[in-house]
Structures are given as C-alpha cells and as structure tokens.
C-alpha cells in the first residue's frame, strides 16, 4: 500500500481525471494523499454535468468548493424531466455567482426528447446572468461557448449581455436546429465589433446581413450558417 500512497501527484491527477465524481471520491478516501490530490485546483479544471436522474443533482455539492477551479464545463441533460433542467439552470446560476471564476469554455447538450411547448426560457435567462458576470474581470470572461444542442429560442438581449461582457470570446455556436430564430443582424455585427479575438461563428443565415458578412472579412471571422 506505501507504494500507491507515494504514487507522484502528476500520475494520480491523471488517473482521477479519467473517474467519475462519485468513483474519485471513493478515491480519494483511500489515504492521506490521495485525498490531498482530491482537493488541488488542477483536477478540477475540466468538469462535466450529466443530469438523467433525481440523484443526479447530488453532484452540485462540488461547486460550493471547487466551482472556483473549474475552466471547462459540459453540461448534459434529459430535457425530458423537468428536475433535470431546473438542476442545469442551478449550475449556470452558481457559477454566475461564483468568486472568483475562472470557466473559460462552456458546452450545454440537450438529450431525450423535447417537451411539448418547451420554450426554455429559464435557460435563456440562467445564460444571461452568466454572460452578464463575465465583466468582473478578465479571467471570468468566456472564450468558448457551444449551445448547437440546446434547442431553446435566442433572442438578442441575450446575445447581446454576452457581447458586451465576454470580449475574450473566440468561438461561439448557435446554430441549435431551433425552429425561431429571433438574433437580429444588428446583435451579431455588435458582438463581432466587440468580441475582436472572435475565430468561429456557427449561425443562422436569418442573423446575417451585408454589414456581417464584410465585418467577416475585415476581421477575419470563419463562419457557418444554417436556415431558419
């Protein structure tokens, strides 16, 4: 057992990163050591939410200690039960609340099927409080947002928060198979005015216009467009 107790911290990181919550706590109570490699900053930049079940919401507990840590986040859930989305929107307000932030990547992910008249407007709303703290300090700024599987209407107050808060952002992907689409050009050529380090940008053709596409080209924005 003293063998696995002096394991070195850079290999024990690795192996907990590739176990569950639940299988790293179980870990981290087998010694010492391993418990003080639970605790360190590193093992907890990447993070993932995966809401299927009530006890699934257990897992925010972590975010009262290490939600500081965490750089990159996923969160996926079965939009079908509607404890599942509320517990996804508890996540997005924490981490709007958080101090100090440090997420720079975000990835929300709908499985199961859409409810019946589900216009998501809870998320859309947990999303703005989110995009509007990013002007705390740089280091809270967003540089990765993925919501193509988050089939909630956008609207531009929305797109908006985000441009106006989130300059750092690089990559941004909303072309979310929505049937409505409700961002304007006008959102879109202010966030490309404001967000200057912006590479990629997944849309739909219904938020362009002349004036986007040439802001396109001066800046050197790669886009992707769907219908709507």
């Given at each position: 057992?003293?063998?696995?107790e002096?394991?070195?911290e850079?290999?024990l990181?690795?192996?907990?990163q ?6 790293r706590?179980?870990a ?5 050591s391993w ?8 093992l907890?930049q990447t993070?993932?939410f995966d809401?299927?079940?009530v006890?699934?919401?257990r ?8 939600g500081?840590?965490i750089k990159n986040?996923t969160?996926?859930l079965?939009?079908?039960e ?9 996540v997005?307000t924490s ?5 100090p932030?440090r997420?720079?990547?975000?990835k ?5 099927e ?8 809870e998320f859309t709303e947990?999303?703005?409080m989110?995009?509007?703290?990013g002007?705390?300090?740089?280091v809270a700024k967003?540089?990765t947002?993925n919501?193509?599987n988050?089939?909630?209407?956008f609207?531009q107050?929305l797109i908006?928060?985000l441009s106006?808060?989130?300059?750092s ?6 072309l ?5 689409c409700?961002?304007p050009p ?6 490309v005015?404001h ?12 938020s362009m216009s ?6 396109f080209?001066e800046?050197?924005?790669?886009y992707?467009?769907g219908?709507?």
């Open positions: 057992m003293e063998d696995w002096n394991l070195p850079h290999i990181v690795n192996i907990l590739m176990l569950t919550l639940h299988e706590y179980n981290s109570r087998v010694c010492k418990n003080e490699t639970f605790q360190i900053p590193s907890w993070f993932g809401f299927n079940i006890e699934d919401g897992r925010m507990k972590c975010l009262t200690r290490y500081c840590h986040l969160i996926l079965n939009q079908g509607e404890f599942n989305r509320a517990n996804a929107c508890r997005l981490f709007a609340r958080t101090t932030r997420l720079r990547s975000l929300i992910e709908f499985t199961g859409n409810p019946l008249f589900y216009a998501g407007k947990a999303l703005r989110l995009f509007a703290s002007n705390v300090s740089d967003l540089v947002i919501l193509s988050l089939p909630v209407s609207e107050p908006d928060t106006s808060n989130n300059h952002l690089q990559y941004l992907n909303i979310n198979k929505n049937l409505i409700k961002v006008t959102s879109i050529l202010q966030l005015k967000c200057r380090q912006l590479q990629e940008l997944h849309l739909y053709s219904r002349d004036e986007v596409l040439l802001a080209t800046f050197g924005i790669g992707g467009t219908w709507c």
